[in-house]
């Protein structure tokens, strides 16, 4: 079985994911991905040969890289292209077209889909897809709510390994100090691209509620792109517990130095995978009921779900989960343990060759 998979950045779980495919001899395996894409090592280190293809899609409609797509497709005759965003949905789909070959898409967000946008007649609601992969339940159901048929969608969870979160290159303490935290200071962090979406205004609304006396601090962490969180961490009555970062590439560092993690998205939330590399260090996760959320995490069991857009909810839960210690590391040992047991990578791979199997016996 002959595969391309095309990605302008394959992410640890999908590198991992074809890699194992390929190494298994289940699939004849090609990337077709940008030059210096971060996981391409991976690849380059694999125990068969695998081919690699640099090259990449300047915008969602690039005809040079259509044109070098196309001549690659009709040169390999391949089986199956896996594609795993949107521009290479779209650049691909319109490179294929009369060719006969089976098109898998990932899907990992909800949202950003119009039956009235052209782009996405030429992406994800296009019927030249053959399967949508989506990483949760939650993104199924809204690829079917615009139209998708139910036999074209399936949900597969991103998989992983443990082994890839639980190591840090600095202590727990390392981290506290050069960030200036109290050693007994309880901390809470949240890793995002501070958009809207995120709900990081909700949650520095429900830190405000919180009581002064509490030894309590707020990590940021990520690209701050919402205009109002700077206004209402200046306005806090906690300002000086609240500390943000910036993007960091030792993010999981950071969140292991914590003690809850917090997840306040308002919307279109897919998988989380800050939410799962918490949970991975064994850190008690607050998830919001958005998206795929509340299927990785299992209120009371794992971590705490609450609702959305609710201020009062994330202080309650933070309040709850700083008064409790015994409830914090019961829900902080259970939840790598729902990593392990419900999205392994192992369950990621034999899923998508299930799928690869069956469009092929379709033909």
Not at 210 to 238: M, T, Y
Request: aromatic share 6%; with cysteine; proline share 4%.
């Amino acid at each position: 079985m002959k595969v391309l998979a095309v990605a302008a950045n394959f992410d640890r779980c999908e590198a991992s994911m074809l890699l194992a495919l390929a190494e298994q001899r289940l699939i004849d395996l090609t990337i077709f991905t940008e030059p210096g894409a971060r996981y391409n090592e991976i690849f380059e280190n694999a125990s068969v040969p695998i081919k690699k293809v640099e090259d990449r899609f300047r915008s969602r409609l690039d005809l040079g890289a259509m044109r070098r797509l196309r001549a690659l497709l009709k040169q390999e005759s391949f089986d199956i292209m896996h594609l795993f965003s949107a521009r290479a949905v779209s650049n691909a789909l319109l490179a294929s077209v009369g060719l006969s070959i089976k098109r898998v898409a990932y899907r990992g967000t909800m949202g950003h889909l119009s039956w009235f946008d052209p782009s996405s007649w030429l992406s994800f609601l296009n019927p030249g897809l053959h399967k949508i992969i989506c990483v949760s339940h939650a993104v199924e159901n809204y690829m079917q709510q615009m139209g998708v048929p139910s036999s074209r969608t399936i949900t597969i969870h991103k998989g992983h390994r443990l082994e890839w979160y639980t190591k840090t290159s600095r202590s727990r303490d390392a981290v506290r100090q050069e960030l200036s935290i109290a050693s007994d200071a309880i901390v809470v962090s949240c890793v995002a691209n501070i958009r809207p979406v995120k709900g990081v205004d909700v949650l520095l609304k429900g830190f405000a509620k919180l009581p002064l006396d509490k030894q309590l601090v707020l990590l940021l962490i990520g690209d701050i792109r919402d205009n109002r969180v700077e206004a209402l961490i200046a306005s806090s009555p906690h300002h000086d517990k609240i500390i943000t970062t910036g993007f960091r590439t030792d993010a999981t560092d950071l969140i292991a130095a914590s003690d809850i993690f917090i997840m306040p998205s308002i919307a279109r939330e897919g998988l989380a995978k800050a939410a799962i590399e918490a949970m991975s260090k064994g850190v008690a996760t607050i998830v919001t009921n958005v998206g795929g959320l509340p299927e990785l995490v299992l209120d009371g069991v794992c971590g705490l779900v609450i609702p959305p857009s609710n201020p009062d909810a994330i202080a309650d839960a933070i309040l709850r989960l700083s008064n409790d210690t015994n409830l914090r590391n019961t829900l902080a040992a259970s939840a790598p343990q729902r990593i392990q047991e419900h999205f392994h990578i192992d369950t990621t791979i034999h899923k998508t060759f299930d799928v690869y199997q069956s469009l092929l016996s379709e033909s």
